[in-house]
C-alpha cells in the first residue's frame, strides 16, 4: 500500500503485529532448529561421534526453548505485551526495610538486564540512613508485563541484620507494585482540569550533584472511579531528567499507565477474581520471603522455592515467574 505510512498510528499498530508474529516464528524456527540437533546428536552418539554429555546438553537447550515457548502462549493478556510501570517501597523499619527495597531494586534491574529490557529510573527517594525510601522503574521490552506481573506484592526478606549490633534476625517488608507501561497506542482519556503540577529541585545530598533548577515535577490528579464513584488523588513524582519538559511528559504517561491499569481492572474483573484467592497483595499477605540464613527462598502462592539466594539476588527470577503463570494459566483453564 503506498499509503501505508500516511497514517502512523495505524501503521504503528500494524508493524506490531507484524512483529509479534515474526517472534511467533523465530521461536518456532529455534525449537526446530534445536530439536533437529538433537536427534541428529543422538545418531551419532551411538557412533561415539559425540558423547553423552553433549547430548545432555542439546537435550537441556531444546527443553529450555519449548518450554519458553510454552511460557509466552501464557501470555495471552491485551496487557502482556506492554512494558511495566514497577513502584517498590519500604515498609516499617527504617533503615532495615529501606536496605531490602534497595536490594529488591537491584534484583529487578539485573533481570532486565538479563532479557535485554530498557530501564530508566523514574523517580528515586533515598533512605535516612541507607538504602531507599521508595522507587519507580519503567521497564521497557517485549511482554515485560506478563512476566513481571508475578511480582505484585509483598516481599519479606529474613536475615541477621547488620545494622544491628546485638546481631539479632530481622524480618523487613518492601512492597511491589507492577503496572502496564501505557505507550501511544492506547486511548486514555486525561482531563486537564483534575490535574495540577508543582515542581521542586532533584539531585543528590549535596556537592556538584545538586540540582539548581527545580526540574523534578509533582503530578496530582483528582480521580473519580466511574464505577464506584470512590475519589482518590493519584500522585506522580518524576525526576528522571534535568529537563522539566521532559519530567512533564514521562509523569503524563506514568499518569495514563495508572488510569489505563484501573480501567483494565474493571474491564477483566472476572479474570481478576481468579488471580486474587491465594494471590493477594495487600499490605501484610506477603507473596515471597527471602530467609537468608536458611539459603531459602519461597514463593507462598505456588510453594515454588529455591536455596540459589545469591541468585535470586542478582536477578534469577524465571522459575518464581514460570511456577506462578503455569499455576494460573491451570486455574483459568479449570474454571
Known sequence: MPDFWEHPKEAQ?????????????????????????????????KEELVTE????????????????????????????????????????????????????????LRYCEKHGYK?????????????????????????????????????RLVRVSPYNAQGKRMTSFASVFVTPLVDDSIEV????????????????????????????????????????????????????????????ENALRHLRSILYEKEMKHRLEEQAKVEAGKMKIEWGSQIRSYVFDDRRVKDHRTNYQTSDVNGVMDGDLDAFIKAYLMEFAAEEEAK
Not at 25 to 42: C, H, I, K, P, S
Not at 227 to 247: C, F, M, S, V
Request: with cysteine; glycine share 10%.
Open 53 to 108: 554429555e553433549e547430548v545432555d546438553a542439546l537435550y537441556a537447550d531444546a527443553i529450555g526453548k519449548i518450554e519458553a515457548l510454552e511460557l509466552r502462549n501464557m501470555l495471552r493478556r491485551e496487557e502482556d505485551h506492554m512494558g511495566v510501570v514497577l513502584k517498590i517501597n519500604s515498609g516499617a523499619g527504617g533503615t532495615e526495610s529501606q536496605d531490602w527495597a534497595s536490594m529488591l531494586m537491584r534484583m529487578y
Open 189 to 248: 482519556k486525561i482531563e486537564p482540569a483534575l490535574m495540577s503540577w508543582d515542581t521542586f529541585r532533584s539531585g543528590g545530598a549535596g556537592g556538584q550533584n545538586v540540582n539548581k533548577v527545580e526540574s523534578g515535577v509533582r503530578l496530582r490528579y483528582q480521580y473519580t472511579d466511574p464505577y464506584t464513584g470512590e475519589k482518590e488523588e493519584i500522585l506522580i513524582e518524576n525526576t528522571e531528567t534535568r529537563d522539566q519538559p521532559k519530567n512533564r
Open 119 to 155: 530501564t530508566s529510573i523514574a523517580n528515586l527517594l533515598e533512605g535516612d540512613e541507607a538504602g531507599i525510601k521508595s522507587c519507580t522503574i519503567n521497564v521497557e521490552g517485549d511482554f515485560a508485563y506478563g512476566y513481571l506481573k508475578s511480582e505484585n506484592g509483598v516481599h
Open 13 to 45: 499498530a500494524q508493524m506490531k503485529k507484524i512483529k509479534d508474529l515474526q517472534a511467533w516464528v523465530n521461536g518456532y524456527a529455534e525449537v526446530e532448529r534445536a530439536v533437529d540437533e538433537l536427534a541428529t546428536a543422538f545418531e551419532f552418539v
